[in-house]
């Protein structure tokens, strides 16, 4: 049993380096509490988890991850809209949102964000192939302890990011990353034969080319606004 959880705590750990996951704790951890942000991602995982090692031990099947891939696509493209038309939509800093008070609904964004990354992605299937030759309980539990270590590093950074960097440019970096996310995840749904470079460059035009709107857009707003109360506050001029 020892044995079996050191090493999926080890292959687990590994896979996640680098992986979207921690992207998306790393974003997370940017906007919310870290330790809010963690309980979602920890909650998340042993759901995930758990049942990748029932299928690998007991059923013996897959899931539809397509299908789950492609809600997941839409779920962080809309979270990556939203998000940008939040910070960017308002031409007076006042008025820029601020960080939720509450950690409930924190929490459950994060939990529902990680169910549906994690349904289907690789580490998905290596848990199910570890559980199909060894314990159940023993794979479930060291790649849980595994993912969220890994994640764990990634809001790390997050908080030392988040501390040197202003809270609009902030809620700006997090839409961008879902869009990014949400775009790689279609993408590599919708065309899986596609190479790993040419999707990488796919997903980063669909938030470049979102940012850039929104940004035009904002600063033509902003220009509006100045123009209009100049219009309205000018002095009249007086002639000798």
Do not use: C
């Not at 920890?42 to 099947?61: E, R």
């Not at 790689?184 to 997903?203: R, W, Y």
């Amino acid at each position: 049993m020892i044995a079996t959880i050191l090493l999926s705590i080890g292959i687990v750990f590994l896979a996640e380096l680098g992986d979207k996951s921690q992207l998306m704790a790393l974003t997370f951890a940017l906007r919310y509490r870290w330790w809010v942000v963690l309980g979602g991602i920890a909650t998340a995982t042993a759901a995930v988890h758990i049942l990748s090692v029932g299928v690998g031990h007991f059923l013996g099947a897959a899931l539809p991850t397509r299908a789950i891939s492609l809600v997941a696509a839409l779920t962080f493209l809309a979270v990556g809209l939203w998000t940008l038309r939040e910070h960017l939509g308002s031409t007076d800093p006042e008025d820029e949102p601020q960080p939720p008070r509450s950690s409930r609904a924190p929490y459950f964004v994060v939990l529902s964000a990680f169910l549906l990354a994690e349904l289907g992605d690789r580490t998905m299937f290596a848990t199910a192939a570890l559980a199909t030759d060894n314990s159940w309980f023993g794979v479930w539990l060291g790649s849980t302890i595994g993912m969220v270590a890994a994640d764990a590093l990634a809001i790390g950074a997050g908080i030392l990011v988040g501390k040197h960097l202003p809270e609009h440019v902030i809620g700006i970096s997090s839409g961008l990353l879902f869009l990014y996310f949400g775009a790689a995840t279609l993408i590599a749904a919708t065309f899986p034969t596609l190479g790993v470079l040419a999707g990488a460059g796919l997903a980063a035009a669909i938030p470049a080319l979102a940012g850039a709107g929104l940004l035009v857009r904002r600063r033509t707003r902003a220009q509006t606004a100045f123009e209009d109360a100049g219009i309205v506050t000018a002095p009249t001029e007086v002639r000798p």
